[in-house]
Nanobody, 122 residues
Framework: QVQLVESGGGLVQAGGSLRLSCAAS????????MGWYRQAPGNQRELVAT???????DYADTVKGRFTISRDIAKNTVYLQMNSLKPEDTAVYYC????????????????WGQGAQVTVSS
């Protein structure tokens, strides 16, 4: 009952920028946090950034100073501005929402987008 639609991925050269967007829809009751994970070939899915309902932000050390997470509360949309991109940022980026929906109201559940490919060439 919660859908996450991602957009903004693509191919850029090292040093370039991209902005990812993720719009959540459905019977959302409450949101604990929204954020981004990524998974590169040969690696496990790892945290990139999250922003909580109280606006607390957490970044992976590898992206601090380069990436910025933000949100539009009215639209249930989260953004990831990625600057100074490096080849090691190449991965599939997944939007995630932890919260409660109209079909699961007694506990938080994690919801995931389909993934957006980000490729950074050297």
């Amino acid at each position: 009952q919660v859908q996450l639609v991602e957009s903004g991925g693509g191919l850029v050269q090292a040093g370039g920028s991209l902005r990812l967007s993720c719009a959540a829809s459905g019977s959302i009751i409450s949101i604990n946090y929204m954020g981004w994970y990524r998974q590169a070939p040969g690696n496990q899915r790892e945290l990139v950034a999250t922003i909580t309902g109280s606006s607390a932000i957490d970044y992976a050390d590898t992206v601090k100073g380069r990436f910025t997470i933000s949100r539009d509360i009215a639209k249930n949309t989260v953004y990831l501005q990625m600057n100074s991109l490096k080849p090691e940022d190449t991965a599939v980026y997944y939007c995630t929402l932890r919260g409660r929906s109209g079909v699961v109201t007694f506990r938080d559940r994690d919801y995931w987008g389909q993934g957006a490919q980000v490729t950074v060439s050297s």
